[in-house]
């Protein structure tokens, strides 16, 4: 799976999760949750929805690398890749 | 008859006392159930055994102590592994070692408070796992009047149910927005076993002191949780219903 595949999968759990809030503005290199309205609920309910629909499985302790959605992107491509 | 056919409920504690009647209870509405016990295996199985066929289908029962953090995520990985989901999460599991404070073990202070809050809030934890994705679930916390009105030589077990209490209230404003109401039910004087090592002149007592002049049953509680566990409680949450016949 392409970087940009993995983006846009990531983009549509956000979306189902904060659908009120505008995506097309994200700037990969920064912290997501200071630019898109996302509390720590939401991020629970994204790595629950990860796991739902793409059976990926985030282990508690790597939680701190998915800050900017450059390094959720890089965290998430070998997972994906390990899947198909 | 509330209907639970179909919905998987956990009762921590489930094989003695409250969490006894409870398990029948929601297996008698349909429910698949799994009830948790911590050290009696003997009254694990004669309390399976209690269930003719039909009801003994539904039912598991499992050992692990809910203060264990690794116990508790050993448990759910093989649950979530077979049952897939769960609708309903009732933190009965409790404890009492009772003394004054001015003399209590420490190790007994928080015993206590490793089995009745922290158990509850590793459970919690991990049930939120299975219920957040689905945008449903039902917590009921088993407390008492003590957490809210103390209880003399019952500092530790008062203590953690009135921290189960607050935790309940928190926990429910995290999750409002995700269909996962959290409630508390707090029972007075139930007749079970937890009653049988108190002395006879505090029991006269203690009738005194409630307005019904009598002791309830543990079914009288489990339709105030199976109520507060079901779809229709809808609008229900960081609530503690009082189960006590007026005291």
Redesign the interface.
């Known amino acids: 799976m392409t970087e940009e595949e993995v983006r846009g999968k990531v983009l549509e759990i956000i979306s189902f999760i904060a659908p009120d809030e505008d995506l097309s503005t994200i700037k990969d290199d920064e912290p997501l949750r200071e630019q898109i309205g996302l509390d720590s ?1 939401d991020f ?2 994204i790595v ?2 990860l ?2 629909r793409h059976r990926i499985q985030i282990p508690e302790e790597d939680y701190g690398k998915l800050v900017s959605m450059k390094g959720i992107v890089q965290y998430l491509i070998p997972k994906f890749q390990a899947k198909a | 008859m509330v209907d639970y056919v179909g919905q998987r409920v956990l009762v921590t504690g489930g094989t003695r006392g409250i969490g006894a009647a409870l398990a029948r209870a929601f297996l008698e509405a349909g429910a698949s159930v799994t009830a948790t016990y911590a050290c009696n295996d003997e009254g694990a199985a004669s309390f399976a055994d209690g269930f003719d066929e039909e009801l003994r289908g539904r039912l598991s029962v499992v050992r692990f102590d809910v203060s264990d953090r690794g116990a508790v995520e050993d448990f759910f990985t093989g649950f979530e592994a077979d049952a897939g989901s769960l609708q309903v999460l009732v933190n009965n599991a409790g404890i009492r070692i009772d003394g004054v404070v001015a003399l209590m073990d420490p190790a007994d202070w928080q015993r206590v408070i490793d089995v009745n809050l922290t158990g509850a809030f590793n459970m919690c934890r991990r049930a ?2 299975l219920m ?2 689905e945008r449903y679930g039902r917590i009921i916390n088993v407390t008492s009047p003590a957490g809210r009105i103390g209880s003399r030589g019952q500092a530790n077990y008062a203590a953690s149910k009135a921290g189960l209490v607050a935790f309940s209230k928190s926990l429910a404003r ?2 409002a927005t ?1 269909g996962i109401t959290v409630n508390c039910v707090a029972p007075g004087f139930i007749e079970t076993e937890f009653l049988a090592g108190v002395p006879e002149e505090h029991m006269a007592r203690y009738l005194e002191l409630i307005p019904m002049g009598r002791f309830g049953s543990t079914e009288e509680v489990a339709a105030c949780v199976l109520f507060l566990a079901s779809r229709r409680a809808s609008y229900v949450t960081g609530a503690v219903l009082d189960v006590t016949g007026g005291a």
């Open positions: 609920m629970v309910d629950l929805e796991r739902k | 939120l796992q957040l994705p995290e999750v995700r």
